[in-house]
């Protein structure tokens, strides 16, 4: 019998442990929290978005940082197949709007829950609050996982330690750590779905205020790199929301490469084409002729935006609407579809809901998980190089690499 050594148990630690368990091998799980899983019970906003129900060349699609690697680990297992193990398991399952897959329960801690019951079924031993500190190898093979407590001499071992992002919850970069002393690069370590920090100081004013059905773009150099229409929101710092976090790993690439300034450009009225919206503006501006301009445009905007929307134009808020020219209108008009925000740069790593960068892909092989280097290691989850945008796609990767790591210990002839 294998024994196989997980270290970490996250999404792809816990995948990884079950089914290597399931599939007849002798499996040690050591976590370092108090529980396994603490990331995943924050994951959807306590709802855990799993996966998605696209086909899995979207799931490619959606994973900006290195999606093409994760072709062997999805044709070998898909949503379709993760979605039937889980409902095996016992967990039923629901989808929502943009293909998005979370519990019936709407509970991150159920999907945490279901996992814990299939470790104990399949009989993996599961060590808490028990840091790995080093792995060893001998011969340019793995021999054994050292915590303070005690040394597992394996056969196999799974570094499924996730990335930098949210420290709290377990995932401090420690498997960079371990990799690196046998022999394995790490590639630059970035923050990728997170808050954007801005120039603009105004910001702070109206935190808090949310936007949906809005069009942002990020803009460099007169181009427009990347556009997401949907919600996002002002924080004391900056803007934040789902499509921001989406944006941010264009911006991440452009500060780093183009060096040149990056902007955010957000379409208030993006169902409106420029005529629809004068048009708009001109019926609005009659109803209010008599307000000022600052009171004339409660019915286009929130409240609280009003006055930077009117700054941005370089209007006076106090001026009667009927006397604004058109000229005026037409510098309203262009704020409304290109309130610009001038981006200072991203919130850190500790912030981001993934991470950006990880253990090199080239070190491993894409099909099996293992290593190229050191035979019997393998790496599943955030602490390889990839990562994807909101949508369930982060999970089904740490899902699909955990799964793959185990059948292949279990059954290399399969791989074959
Ligand atoms: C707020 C938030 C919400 C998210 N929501 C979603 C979502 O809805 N859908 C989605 O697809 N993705 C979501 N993600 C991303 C997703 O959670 C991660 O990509 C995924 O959890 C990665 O799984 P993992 O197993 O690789 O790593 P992790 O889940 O980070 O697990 C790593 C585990 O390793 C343990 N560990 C670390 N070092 C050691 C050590 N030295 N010894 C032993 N154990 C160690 C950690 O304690 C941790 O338990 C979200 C992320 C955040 C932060």
Request: proline residues 4%.
């Amino acid at each position: 019998m294998k024994h196989v050594v997980v270290i970490g148990g996250g999404a792809a630690g816990l995948m990884a442990a079950v089914i290597a368990a399931r599939e007849g091998a002798q499996v040690t799980l050591l976590e370092k929290m108090n529980m396994v899983g603490k990331k995943m019970g924050i994951t959807g906003k306590g709802r855990c978005n799993i996966t998605n129900n696209a086909d899995m060349s979207e799931f490619i699609k959606n994973t900006p940082g290195n999606g093409k690697f994760l072709y062997g680990a999805y044709e070998r297992f898909t949503n379709v197949d993760l979605l039937d193990l889980l409902h095996e398991w016992g967990l039923p399952t629901k989808v929502e709007r943009g293909g998005r897959v979370f519990p019936e329960s709407d509970s991150a801690l159920d999907v945490r829950n279901t996992f814990m019951k299939v470790l104990k079924k399949y009989g993996a031993t599961v060590h808490l609050n028990e840091p790995v500190e080093r792995i060893l190898v001998h011969d340019g093979a793995v021999k054994a996982v050292e915590t303070d407590k005690h040394t597992y001499e394996c056969d196999a071992i799974i570094i499924a330690t996730g990335g930098k992002s949210y420290p709290l919850t377990g995932s401090t970069g420690d498997g960079y750590k371990f990799a690196k002393q046998i022999g394995h690069s790490v590639t630059e370590i970035r923050p990728s779905l997170v808050p954007i920090v801005t120039e603009e100081a105004w910001v702070k004013e109206i935190m808090g205020l949310s936007l949906r059905n809005v069009e942002v773009s990020v803009v460099s150099k007169n181009k427009v790199h990347a556009k997401q229409f949907g919600e996002m929101m002002f924080t004391h710092f900056g803007v934040t929301g789902p499509i921001i976090l989406s944006l941010s790993h264009t911006v991440g690439k452009l500060l780093k490469k183009a060096k040149a300034p990056v902007q955010i450009e957000i379409n208030l009225k993006p169902a409106l084409t420029a005529e629809v919206l004068d048009k708009r503006l001109q019926i609005d501006f009659e109803l209010y002729s008599k307000k000022q301009l600052a009171n004339g445009m409660k019915d286009l905007l929130p409240q609280n935006l009003i006055p930077m929307v009117i700054c941005l134009a370089e209007l006076d808020p106090a001026k009667p609407i009927n006397q604004i020219t058109k000229e005026e209108r037409l510098q309203l008009l262009y704020v409304l579809q290109h309130m610009t925000l001038n981006v200072k740069g991203l919130r850190p790593v500790e912030e981001a809901i993934v991470t950006s960068g990880g253990l090199s892909l080239k070190e491993f092989n894409p099909k099996t998980m293992e290593s190229k280097l050191v035979s019997g290691l393998y790496g599943a989850g955030e602490v390889l190089d990839f990562d994807a945008f909101t949508g369930g796609y982060n999970l089904q990767a740490a899902f699909s690499t955990g799964y793959v790591a185990a059948m292949h210990i279990t059954h290399p002839d399969m791989f074959e």
